[in-house]
T-cell receptor, first 111, second 115 residues
């Protein structure tokens, strides 16, 4: 499994965009980039995923560099409830593809 | 969307006893499920891959006789922590993905405390 590296922590002001970076320089051609977040004592929540094109859904946007070695998760208008640990993982697009989690980024949204 | 349910959400047991944790896919069939363990302030650590109808695949360093995994149906996988000890106290999380919809979905975890 390709490993990912993320900054350990970030702060963001409420209402501003939160941009969370992730490096995955050893990603394979068949691996997707997935983002999850985990609020204390809960299971991770799926946010978004992509292969090489930028993606957007109701929660966030995902920007993947052309060489696919890094990506950025964007929360356009962060709220206090977005405070969580955010994990970037890479995984083959099959239901049997296992995922290894890195240390994630603890995002703190401040009023 | 795909829902993964885990039960119980928390359990307290005495040393030497065994504890079973269930993971169910509620609205899809999961031929593969994954079990993770998470210690406080740490990331999720993959323990094993549970395969329906066959033996689980364990990650290096995970004792298969200690953590018994059974995936007897397409919607249920169980993790049994045998002869539990206080060092087994942790947050156990399962996940699965719909074969037709790739994102992994996670259960809400089980907090195990061994006294």
């Amino acid at each position: 499994d390709a490993k990912t590296t993320q900054p350990p922590s970030m702060d963001c002001a409420e209402g501003r965009a939160a941009n969370l970076p992730c490096n995955h320089s050893t990603i394979s051609g068949n691996e997707y980039v997935y983002w999850y977040r985990q609020i204390h004592s809960q299971g991770p929540q799926y946010i978004i995923h992509g292969l090489k094109n930028n993606e957007t859904n109701e929660m966030a946007s995902l920007i993947i560099t052309e060489d696919r070695k890094s990506s950025t998760l964007i929360l356009p208008h962060a709220t206090l409830r977005d405070t969580a640990v955010y994990y970037c993982i890479v995984r083959p697009d099959t239901n049997a593809g296992k995922s290894t989690f890195g240390d994630g980024t603890t995002l703190t949204v401040k009023p | 969307g795909a829902v993964v349910s885990q039960h119980p959400s928390w359990v307290i047991c005495k040393s030497g006893t065994s504890v079973k944790i269930e993971c169910r896919s509620l609205d899809f069939q999961a031929t593969t499920m994954f079990w993770y363990r998470q210690f406080p302030k740490q990331s999720l650590m993959l323990m094993a891959t549970s395969n329906e109808g066959s033996k689980a695949t364990y990650e290096q360093g995970v004792e298969k006789d200690k953590f018994l995994i059974n995936h007897a149906s397409l919607t249920l996988s169980t993790l049994t922590v045998t002869s539990a000890h206080p060092e087994d106290s942790s947050f156990y999380i399962c996940s699965a993905s719909d074969p037709y919809n790739s994102p992994l979905h996670f259960g809400n975890g089980t907090r195990l405390t061994v006294t």
